[in-house]
């Protein structure tokens, strides 16, 4: 099987579909730990859970390699029941999308509703892109923050992860110029902005893998108003750096590279 999970006592259900879903149970939530993105030959962990006390949780794989695995959930001091879903060694037939469903064991044929799809990405070793802020590091409450990622490689497609179990963006990559390639990520107004660690990746349309991560871009809101205090002009400060003491990539925009359309 492309996808064979090394929890003890899982059960492999193989290409069955859900027998049901007429329990109309509230849906599970499905993430990938510790990213959906992850390199050829690494490591992840699928995790299902919900406050509805569920015995089992089914994970569902849809896409070329169709397959589908349940496990008994576990109890968390929170309240929350949870199943955890190990996948590895990784290689490109893992990629695809993935829902999970919870069930009870006195009936064993009726499924909850779907959690939210979670698409799982396998990145190799091409050249990786840089992401950047285009509208610069230091930007006032109620403008859009975007990113851009963008490459000297003619990439077909980008795709952004926030570092986390969180979802992800993808977007196709425009060529502004010949040989280079670039996408934006609008991510909303910045006094809603929780800030994070984010990468982002390149694709070709022809193959399955995607591209190594480009370097970390940190995002760091600072100067929250103070409580009470209407109408102060807040500034919300962007850092990037790369990790482990390399030096720091430079912000200002290079030849070459025009506006967005």
């Not at 069955?16 to 962990?45: D, F, H, I, Q």
């Not at 397959?67 to 190990?86: E, I, M, V, Y």
């Not at 102060?232 to 962007?238: I, K, Q």
Request: glycine share 10%; hydrophobic share 30%.
């Amino acid at each position: 099987d492309a996808m064979t999970p090394t929890l003890p006592g899982l059960l492999c259900l193989g290409n069955k579909l859900p027998p049901s879903l007429l329990g109309a149970s509230e849906k599970p939530a499905l993430s990938a730990l510790p990213s959906p993105v992850v390199a050829s030959g690494g490591n992840v962990t699928l995790q299902c859970g919900s406050w509805h006390r569920y015995d089992r949780f089914i994970l569902t794989k849809e896409g070329e390699h169709k397959s589908s695995w349940t496990l008994d959930t576990q109890r968390h001091p929170d309240r929350q029941t949870r199943a955890l879903f190990p996948v590895g060694p990784v290689t490109p037939s893992h990629r695809g999308t993935f829902r999970c469903y919870g069930s009870f064991r006195d009936k064993p044929q009726v499924w909850s509703h779907p959690s939210d799809p979670l698409e799982l990405l396998v990145s190799g070793d091409s050249g990786k892109p840089s992401l950047l802020i285009p509208q610069g590091h230091v930007m006032a409450t109620g403008q859009s923050l975007t990113l851009q990622c963008r490459s000297a490689i003619s990439y077909d497609r980008f795709a952004l992860a926030k570092e986390g179990p969180q979802d992800l963006q993808q977007s196709p990559a425009w060529q502004p110029l010949a040989g280079l390639s670039q996408a934006h990520f609008p991510l909303g107004q910045v006094s809603s902005h929780p800030g994070g660690r984010y990468r982002c990746y390149g694709g070709h349309n022809l193959s399955s893998l995607w591209s190594a991560p480009s370097d970390p871009l940190d995002i760091l809101v600072a100067g929250e108003e103070p409580a009470g205090q209407t109408g102060t002009h807040t500034l919300h400060r962007y850092t990037q750096r790369r990790v482990l003491g390399e030096a720091l990539p430079s912000l200002c925009s290079e030849p070459g590279w025009p506006a967005a359309p």
